[in-house]
């Protein structure tokens, strides 16, 4: 149900604060938005506005950013609402998906219900659009693929999302090339898969097949690369032989892509070089312990990056909290940003490249036409927001509150 009303009070980025040469603060000013029909469709000075004939919802001087983008996320995997339980230690990979599978069909709780609970998390903390891998096997066939799109259509009107059918183990090596294109004749817009060296231990002949569905069923990819060193540098060139072939530029991802911090000098130079101009993204969840890719040479280079928050208490890991913001402050500690641009330029990351402000200060959101999706905080500024992960009041998915209130 779309509605019209105005959202008055509402404070926004107007340009940065120069001083010596640099960024010093960041202006902001009060405006009214009218919603209507989930888009915004004017935006006026506050207090500019005739709203005598429709609602009025006051934001009360909170700071309005876009809403955010939840790029890796596994819904079917959660353990969230069952009782609590570490993880189990495993030697490798292939043990840990193995003894998974038992571990999710022993709990007490559903997958429907854990789901949900890590869903309304994610809306509670401001990300409104969701890429979730579900696992593709021969033991849950299509199941928790079925399960998770039932689950989703309990939340239409409440958010965006797009699945991504994940062998994960192992395209080749659990033979799950035919029910992974059922899987994307079933609602799945993406093929995943893991390590095509080490999982599926043939680099070339996975992703060859890999791509093969992709084309054959017009369907993105996205990744998950693990794998460091000669095998991961290789899987690396090889994938960006086939977006080429198959002409998916601006349609894959690689999630995780630890490989990237073993290239060097002018071998790390052509390969940054080449993922820009194929349009190829990655994907990191930022973790702690010197793996994540050096993001900041990717942006430098003109790569797409996007964080997401992977694990949220499962399997494979106890922590996690389903919180974008946390990850972009966690990022910002890691890579050194702590300047006023730097900081607001970093919500870019769980944005898909949208942020009030550009690099120069030019305010480029909201614009009258965007979709009327976006977050009230606890800020002064993006810059604030970021660095300190400031409260979220509301989450507004096409001129709906889907969490929080106004």
Not at 88 to 95: A, D, F, L, Q
Not at 248 to 253: I, S
Not at 327 to 343: A, P, S, Y
Request: one cysteine or more.
């Amino acid at each position: 149900m779309w509605m019209e009303y105005w959202l008055s009070n509402a404070r926004l980025e107007t340009g940065f604060v120069w001083g010596d040469g640099r960024v010093v603060g960041t202006e902001t000013d009060l405006f009214d938005l009218l919603v209507r029909d989930g888009k915004i469709t004017e935006i006026q000075t506050a207090g500019a506005a005739d709203k005598a004939n429709l609602p009025v919802k006051n934001a009360d001087g909170y700071l309005v950013v876009p809403s955010f983008v939840e790029k890796h996320i596994h819904l079917d995997k959660t353990k969230l609402g069952a009782p609590w339980s570490a993880v189990t230690p495993v030697n490798s990979i292939v043990e840990r998906f193995t003894l998974e599978t038992d571990e999710l069909a022993a709990l007490p709780v559903g997958m429907a219900d854990r789901a949900r609970k890590l869903i309304d998390i994610e809306l509670r903390n401001g990300a409104t659009m969701f890429r979730s891998h579900i696992d593709v096997h021969l033991r849950a066939g299509l199941k928790y693929l079925e399960t998770i799109q039932e689950v989703l259509q309990g939340y239409s009107g409440k958010l965006e999302s797009e699945l991504v059918a994940f062998p994960q183990h192992g395209l080749l090596r659990s033979d799950s090339v035919a029910l992974v294109r059922e899987a994307l004749r079933s609602g799945a817009t993406l093929i995943g898969g893991v390590d095509p060296g080490n999982v599926d231990g043939d680099v070339e002949r996975s992703l060859e097949t890999m791509f093969e569905l992709a084309v054959a069923e017009n369907a993105g990819v996205d990744i998950h690369v693990h794998d460091r060193g000669d095998i991961g540098k290789a899987t690396f060139w090889k994938l960006l032989e086939l977006v080429k072939e198959s002409r998916l530029q601006g349609r894959v991802a690689v999630s995780h892509a630890f490989a990237l911090g073993d290239f060097d000098g002018a071998e790390k130079a052509e390969l940054f070089g080449e993922l820009a101009t194929e349009r190829v993204a990655i994907v990191t969840s930022v973790p702690i312990g010197g793996q994540m890719p050096p993001i900041n040479d990717l942006e430098e280079a003109g790569v797409t990056v996007h964080v997401g928050c992977d694990n949220v208490y499962d399997c494979w890991s106890p922590y996690g909290n389903a919180d974008l913001l946390e990850r972009i402050g966690r990022l910002g500690e890691i890579t050194g940003r702590v300047t006023e641009d730097r900081l607001a330029q970093t919500l870019g990351l769980i944005t898909n490249g949208v942020t009030p402000l550009d690099s120069k200060g030019n305010q480029v959101w909201p614009k009258v036409g965007d979709d009327a999706n976006f977050v009230l905080v606890d800020a002064s500024c993006t810059a604030e927001l970021v660095a300190r992960r400031s409260t979220r009041k509301a989450t507004i998915f096409r001129g709906n509150v889907v969490a929080g209130e106004l």
